[in-house]
Structures are given as C-alpha cells and as structure tokens.
C-alpha cells in the first residue's frame, strides 16, 4: 500500500509552510524529496508523523486517514521520521536510545532480534552501546538516529537530510545504508536531501518542491537528466504568505 | 557534637532531598517550577492526620491511603491545570503553580484549620547510638528511607521503560515523540512521581514540622535552593545541595542559634547564584540521570 498524500496544506502561524501538495511513496520504493532551504520539505515529513497537523488535504497509508492521528499512532501503523539533525538523546547511552526506538513495541524477542540487525548495520554502535550518545561523533549519531529508528519496525522510512554535515566517505556509507534497508526489510523511504544526486542515486522516484509546491516530478532517472533539479537550490527562500 | 550534627543534619537534608529531586525531575520535563510540591505534602500530613488519627486506619493502611491521595493530587493538577497551558512561557506555568499552591493553602484551611495540629511519633525519638554516636532512632529511619527512596528512582530511571522514557523527554520532547513516546501519558507519570516523593517528605516531616497550611513553605524554599544546587536538572546535584543545606543550618543553628537556620538556605541560594548559576554541577548537569 502506498502513502499517499492529497492537497496537503500546513502553516505556522502566519507563514503557508506547504500550499497543498500531492504525491505518493509507492510500496517498497525509494522517493526523493529535493528542493531549496525552506521550500517545506521537513514540513512535509512533520505533517505526515503528526507532529504538525495539516490545515488541509488528507494523508492515506494502508486504506487508514492519518492527518488527524497523534505521532504515537502514526508511528504504530510503521511510519517513522528520523528528524533533521539527528535528535538522538544525548544523555542516554546508545542502547537505551535503540530501546527508545522500540518504545511502542511489545513483542520483546522481535526488538531483540532487531537490535542485532541494528548492530549488524551498524558495528560501531554496539561497540558504544554504553557510551552517551552525547559523545558520539557527528557521523555516528546519524547512524544511531537511523538504528533507533529502525527499531520501530518501520514500513514506512522518513528520512530528513541524513547527509547533512558528514564527510564524503560516510556519505556514501549512509546512502549505502539507505539503499540495504530499502532491498532487505522492502521499507519504504522517503529522503529529503540537499545531496541531489547521491539521492536520486538511490531513489526510484523525486520530488522537487519549491516554496511549498512540487513544481517537478518523475523517474530518478528524468530528475536526473534535469538541469532544473540541481539549479533549484539557489538561495533560501523565505516565507511568504 | 559535630559528628552528631553532621546526622542530623544529614537526616534532614534527605528529607529536604524527597522536595529537591521532585522539584527537578517536573521542572526538566515540564519547564514548571512547581511552587504547590511543598502543599502536596502538606496534603498528604493532613490525609495522614485523616486516615490515622480520625479513621483508625492501621499505620500501614493510612500510609497506603495517603500515598495514594498525594499522587493523584499531584496527577489532578497536572490534568485540569498545567495541561491545559502546556505551551505556555515559564513563567505562566510559575504562576499557575502559585495559584494552586494559595489554593491548596485556602482549601486546607478551611477543612481543617489554620492552627498548627501534632503529629504522632511514629518512630521512636529515643538515641540510639551507632559507633559511639548518639542519634535519634527517627533520624536514621528517615535516612533509611529516604535512601531507599533514593535507590528505587534509581532503579526505575535505568532500568524501566517508563523511567527512559522519562529522560528522553528531558533531552529531546519532539524526538521522543516522533519515537512514538506518549509524551502527554510520561509528563502525567512525572507529576505522579512528584505526588510520591511528597507524600513520604509530607509524612516524614510532620512529627518534625507538625501539621498545619504553612508547614512546607520553608522546606519548600530549602528544597527548591537544593534543587538549584543541581541546575534544576540534575537528580544527583538536587542531592548533594539539599545534603547540604540539612548540614549547613543544623551546624549553624548548633552554634548561631535556631534562628539562623532559614537564613543559612537563603545564604546558600545567593552564593550559588552568584557563583555557579547553573549549579553546583555546572555544565555537567545534563549529562546525569
Ligand atoms: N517552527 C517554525 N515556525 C515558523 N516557521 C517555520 C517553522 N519551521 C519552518 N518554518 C518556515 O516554513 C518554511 C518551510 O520550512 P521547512 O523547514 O519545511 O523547509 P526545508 O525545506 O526543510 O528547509 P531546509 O533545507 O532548510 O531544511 C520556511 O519558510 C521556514 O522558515
Ligand atoms: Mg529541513
């Protein structure tokens, strides 16, 4: 089942963060959310976990309407957001972080077969399970971000700029990641980056949006052959209502 | 002597501790310096004084009873007052809690009156001595039980899913909500954890303090000033201060006089402002349980 979103809308205060937007993230597929600073690409992932409600317009995942449910919910029909910037907890250790992850679970053989798959991913962090997550490196809390979030079991992947502020090489190891998560467990993903081509790398289909509209869409393949995707990230733009 | 005073001061401080470390642990997950955390207690030894004294309760029963009425206390002002203006400033929530905290002063009151009542001993005063010490058999049963206290939070913190939980809130709202945290349920858990501490400070300080409206506003005072000692964010911090304070003024009024114990926490809270605004453990402070 695709996640679907129709005409959604969202604003802040005053500012029209998303001037309604469709489009689908088909079962088993990666899609690529591309655009300038501030064009709503985050909102769009905050819109779809229930951290920010829709103003208007609906979002369908598995024949169920989510724009009106609590993050909780959402993250129990298996959507997960790993946020912008990493967000891991840093005064827990890694491995209450991954606990964290699983908080809705209760399938207690299923979390632990998971935290080995994580571990698996990700040697390092079993490595410093016991570590702060405060402590970890840049790099490193992007992967804890990512395990902690693969905790949930998630059919459905938001990914928000998991490059961000890495080095080349561990750039390539994220996308690498991203691409194994995708084939392995069929999650679905979305990824919002400002990497367009690593992203459209991995991706099947793209999305550019620009002041909170999808002014391009089509294949990885099109998006890439398009001039118009990588010169559309000229400057930030700033809201206007 | 000093020995002496040092256990006893000791002893209070752990009392004064049970305040610090409910006061922390809802301003870190709530932003909320929650001025009714004295009242609850004050609550729950006039429950006590109810279920003890007026219902004939057992001592076992009448401590159940008020550790239940102090925790949902704490849970019902947390639903019908500090929920409803969770996103407000600090200081509107400060406010809020003030206006439960003469609220609960009215209320009290009202039902039972303005003077100050006894409280039964329900331990025994009489010395016992330890090492070569003289020390009040109620002053190492609260130590006792406040270090039991002391030891369970521990516990629940490290090891239970509720107790992360409630640390993840401290560090990241939106991240553990996106973790599919119930936010709204753990911040009610944290009042809930408030109601518990109050109930065994209220309980423990009423033989000391007797009962009566007023009863917890110094200790409210000494127990927040213990609190700022841990940057209103660390649990240990909250700890050593409140230690810290017990020690100081029962020292002071050893040797200055009674008089001087409220003011020895005044002087307290005013070096540590000056000197270390953000607590005795500094920058360290999130860093801990
Ligand atoms: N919390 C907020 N309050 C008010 N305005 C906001 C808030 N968050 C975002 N905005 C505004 O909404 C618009 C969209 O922001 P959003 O964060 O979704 O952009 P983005 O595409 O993710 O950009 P970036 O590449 O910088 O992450 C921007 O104009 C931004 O200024
Ligand atoms: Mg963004």
């Given at each position: 089942?695709p ?7 969202a604003?802040?205060?005053?500012c029209?963060?998303?001037?309604g937007?469709?489009?689908?993230v088909?079962?088993?597929?990666i899609?690529a ?7 709503g690409k985050?909102?769009t ?5 229930g951290?920010i ?5 609906t979002i ?11 993050p909780e ?8 957001h ?6 891991v907890?840093p005064t ?7 606990k ?5 679970r ?5 979390i ?6 994580v ?5 390092i962090?079993k ?6 997550a405060?402590?970890?490196?840049g ?5 804890l ?6 905790m ?25 990641i991203?691409?194994t998560?995708?084939?392995?467990n069929?999650?679905s ?5 400002q990497?367009?081509?690593m ?12 002041v909170?509209k999808i ?7 099109e ?5 118009a ?8 733009v700033?809201c206007?209502? | ?11 209070t401080?752990?009392?004064?501790a049970?305040t610090?470390?409910a006061i ?22 006039f429950?006590?004084?109810?279920f003890?004294?007026?219902?004939h309760?057992s001592?076992?029963?009448a401590?159940?009873?008020?550790l ?17 203006i969770?996103?407000?400033d600090?200081l ?7 206006g439960v905290?003469?609220?609960?002063h ?15 001993n329900i331990f ?5 001595s330890?090492?070569?010490?003289l ?17 369970l ?16 809130i ?14 709204k349920?753990?911040?009610?858990l944290?009042w809930?954890?408030g ?13 000391i ?5 007023g009863?917890?506003?110094t200790?409210l005072?000494k127990?927040?000033?213990?609190a ?14 409140s ?15 009674a008089?001087?114990?409220?003011t ?9 402002l000056?000197?270390?605004?953000r607590?005795?453990?500094g920058g360290q402070a999130?860093?801990?349980v």
């Amino acid at each position: 089942m695709p996640l679907k979103l129709m005409d959604v809308e969202a604003n802040y205060d005053a500012c029209r963060a998303l001037k309604g937007i469709s489009f689908e993230v088909p079962e088993g597929s990666i899609v690529a959310l591309l655009g300038p600073n501030g064009a709503g690409k985050s909102t769009t992932l905050r819109v779809i976990s229930g951290v920010i409600r829709p103003s208007a317009g609906t979002i369908e995942f598995d024949g169920q309407r989510l724009e009106r449910s609590s993050p909780e919910a959402i993250v129990k029909f298996g959507i997960v957001h790993i946020p912008e910037g990493r967000r891991v907890f840093p005064t827990l250790t890694v491995l209450e972080n991954l606990k964290m992850g699983a908080y809705m679970r209760r399938d207690a053989s299923g979390i632990r077969d998971d935290l080995e798959k994580v571990y698996g991913l990700f040697p390092i962090l079993k490595k410093y399970a016991k570590h702060h997550a405060g402590s970890l490196s840049g790099g490193e809390q992007q992967m804890l971000a990512i395990g902690r979030g693969l905790m949930a079991r998630p059919r459905v992947l938001l990914l928000d700029e998991p490059s961000l502020g890495l080095s080349p090489k561990l750039v390539t190891e994220i996308f690498r990641i991203v691409r194994t998560i995708n084939t392995e467990n069929k999650t679905s993903i979305l990824i919002v980056e400002q990497n367009a081509r690593m992203a459209l790398g991995v991706a099947h289909y793209g999305y550019v949006l620009q002041v909170g509209k999808i002014v391009i869409s089509g294949t990885a393949r099109e998006l890439e052959e398009k001039d118009a995707v990588t010169s559309s990230y000229m400057g930030r733009v700033q809201c206007n209502i | 002597m000093f020995a002496q005073q040092l256990m006893s001061g000791i002893a209070t401080g752990s009392l004064y501790a049970l305040t610090a470390v409910a006061i922390v642990l809802i301003f870190r997950n709530t932003r909320t310096i929650n001025l009714a955390q004295g009242d609850f207690s004050m609550v729950g030894a006039f429950m006590a004084l109810v279920f003890f004294q007026v219902l004939h309760l057992s001592l076992i029963l009448a401590f159940v009873a008020t550790l239940i009425s102090v925790i949902v206390l704490a849970v019902l002002v947390e639903l019908l007052v500090m929920r409803k203006i969770r996103n407000a400033d600090w200081l509107t929530l400060f406010t809020a809690t003030l206006g439960v905290y003469y609220i609960l002063h009215g209320v009290s009151g009202w039902i039972w009156g303005r003077d100050t009542k006894s409280f039964p001993n329900i331990f025994s005063v009489t010395p016992v001595s330890i090492g070569g010490m003289l020390i009040s058999e109620a002053h190492v049963i609260n130590i006792l039980i406040a270090g039991g206290i002391g030891l369970l939070l521990f516990l629940f913190f490290k090891y239970t899913r509720a107790g992360i939980a409630m640390r993840a809130i401290t560090d990241d709202v939106e991240a553990a909500q996106l973790m599919g945290i119930p936010v709204k349920f753990v911040v009610t858990l944290t009042w809930a954890v408030g109601g518990f501490l109050a109930a065994f400070a209220g309980m423990l300080l009423a033989p000391i303090i007797y009962v009566s409206p007023g009863m917890m506003d110094t200790v409210l005072i000494k127990g927040y000033v213990g609190a700022v000692f841990g940057g209103l964010y660390s649990i240990p911090g909250a700890i050593v201060g409140s230690l810290m304070i017990g020690i100081a003024e029962n020292i002071a009024g050893g040797y200055l006089g009674a008089q001087y114990k409220v003011t020895i926490a005044f002087v307290m809270i005013v070096l540590i402002l000056a000197f270390r605004p953000r607590g005795l453990m500094g920058g360290q402070a999130r860093r801990e349980v």
